[in-house]
């Protein structure tokens, strides 16, 4: 029986790596063209919401797992998720309690509506169009879900920045450990790191680029953005050239 090609790559470091990398241009990326650059949210938006229609077209059109153009709908869709939340919490006066809760409904909603098309969660086959369209719909609402959570803890909660990286750092040390000897299930791990990747990036971004005054390196969202967009490029080049992320299923 003939085999299909994965769309999405094997979970392995380099995978958290860039994912992290990922999250972190979301947010500094957004603040960038937003503030740095005066945009606003409502041309930031509109402008980064037509970006990634275009990305997500070549994405499913492809007939295979691509990493330049599967990271650049990861980047795109983080940068949406962030605005999303931001035009909900700076547009529209919305609690981040409020957004926190409606991103983790959606997020479940989701989840069920996947679980019940397809009887599986597994992010290790997503091998056809519907498949795809629930895990890039999932993606984007953890994205959003984990920009909300995030600025939660760091701003209305009094965290700040550095100790947001510590918190959600022992949150995913934790799933990984329950994973590890506690029999928490793969695929429920999987997406609760994912989930908590996004807050962790978007607190390094912070912490980053936001002047030492209020917590942070003070590199600012343009230094941040270039130092972690390069860091992407140098490894999805890598994964192109290496192919180590690439594998073959054969279909159910």
């Not at 960038?32 to 997500?56: E, P, Q, R, V």
């Not at 509506?113 to 992010?123: Q, V």
């Not at 953890?142 to 939660?152: E, H, K, M």
Request: aromatic share 12%; with cysteine; charged share 15%.
């Amino acid at each position: 029986m003939a085999q299909l090609l994965n769309k999405v790559p094997e979970v392995t470091l380099y995978f958290w790596l860039i994912k992290v990398l990922c999250t972190t241009v979301g947010e500094t990326a957004a603040d960038y063209l937003n503030d740095t650059l005066g945009w606003g949210l409502s041309k930031t938006s509109l402008f980064m919401s037509a970006l990634l229609i275009a990305a997500l077209t070549v994405q499913f059109r492809a007939r295979r797992y691509v990493p330049a153009i599967y990271w650049v709908t990861v980047v795109l869709i983080s940068v949406v998720g962030t605005l999303i939340t931001d035009n909900l919490t700076d547009n529209l006066g919305i609690s981040l309690w409020t957004t926190t809760a409606v991103f983790a409904v959606a997020l479940a909603a989701t989840f069920a509506a996947w679980y019940r098309s397809e009887r599986t969660l597994s992010i290790h086959r997503i091998d056809s169009r519907r498949r795809e369209a629930f895990y890039w719909l999932t993606v984007l609402f953890t994205f959003a879900l984990g920009t909300a959570a995030g600025d939660l803890f760091a701003e209305r909660l009094s965290f700040g920045y550095g100790p947001s990286v510590l918190v959600f750092g022992a949150m995913i040390a934790a799933v990984g450990l329950a994973w590890w000897k506690l029999g928490l299930g793969p695929i429920t791990a999987f997406w609760a790191v994912y989930i908590l990747t996004r807050p962790l990036g978007a607190s390094i971004g912070d912490f980053t680029s936001q002047p030492t005054g209020d917590g942070g390196l003070g590199l600012g969202t343009t230094g941040t953005s270039a130092l972690f967009l390069a860091a992407i490029l140098a490894l999805v080049v890598y994964l192109t050239v290496s192919k180590v992320d690439r594998t073959k299923i054969s279909p159910a």
